[in-house]
């Protein structure tokens, strides 16, 4: 079955970075995007941004541009979320999600998020 | 980053019919059959309940169903259960700079 297993809670203090992971099995690696969904505490969900994890290609949200990186290891099935200039208002549960792309000839479209990993809580605090 | 706008409460009492519609832009909703639905349970990771606006993941109960006219999208869900009691939130493709979005999402309650 499908699963995507994230790493641990972290907490950080402002301006430090935040790598997390999400392992992927039961499927192809290769023939899915990944994003990343962050929620803040009592707030709704916010997409963040995909990376394709066939060929690398990646689409981040306009503002976490310069602060969010996503990369995916395929020998080992996994995805990885960074960001840095961590702020209080990073504060959240990020969530990665296998997401489906529709691809015509000539463009592709995000399309939905079928599975989700179970949530890493990130706090930064001083 | 605007967000698709939803209700921020529906209720109904068991067996009963709702819908919470989630209203969008040409560049998105109306643009755009990439409309999906999540259920969010307290403390929960979101599940999918309806993608490409009206289809059903295997597993999902036919009691949800979703439909679309011009920017608006709704889902439906009928013969109310308490299990039904949860946060619900659309999303949906941008041709904007932001790639995608979702909705300010609705809180489902039980009577």
């Known amino acids: 079955q499908v699963q995507l297993v994230q790493s641990g809670a972290e907490v950080k203090k402002p301006g430090a970075s935040v790598k997390v992971s999400c392992k992927a099995s039961?499927?192809?690696?290769?023939?899915?995007?990944i994003s990343w969904v962050r929620q803040a505490p009592g707030q709704g969900l916010e997409w963040m941004g995909w990376?394709?994890?066939?060929?690398?290609?990646?689409n981040y949200a306009q503002k976490l541009q310069g602060r969010v990186t996503m990369t995916t290891d395929t020998s080992t099935s996994t995805a990885y979320m960074e960001l840095r200039s961590l702020r209080s208002d990073d504060t959240a549960v990020y969530y990665c999600?296998?997401?489906?792309?529709?691809?015509?000839?000539?463009?592709?479209?995000?399309?939905?998020?079928?599975?989700w990993g179970q949530g890493t809580l990130v706090t930064v605090s001083s | 980053q605007s967000a698709l706008t939803q209700p921020a409460s529906v209720s109904g009492s068991p067996g009963q019919s709702i819908t919470i519609s989630c209203t969008g832009t040409?560049?998105?909703?109306?643009?755009?059959?990439?409309v999906s639905w999540y259920q969010q349970h307290p403390g929960k990771a979101p599940k999918l309940m309806i993608y490409e606006v009206s289809n059903r993941p295997s597993g999902v109960s036919n009691r949800f169903s979703g439909s679309k006219s011009g920017n608006t999208a709704s889902l439906t869900i009928s013969g109310l259960q308490a299990e039904d009691e949860a946060d619900y939130y659309c999303s949906s493709y941008t041709s904007s700079s932001t790639f995608y979005v979702f909705g300010t999402g609705t809180k489902v309650t039980v009577l």
């Open positions: 999600a296998r997401l489906e792309i529709d691809c015509s000839s000539t463009s592709c479209y995000e399309d939905y998020f079928d599975y």
């Open positions: 039961g499927y192809t690696f290769t023939s899915y995007g």
């Open positions: 990376i394709s994890a066939y060929n690398g290609n990646t």
């Open positions: 040409s560049s998105d909703v109306g643009g755009y059959n990439y």
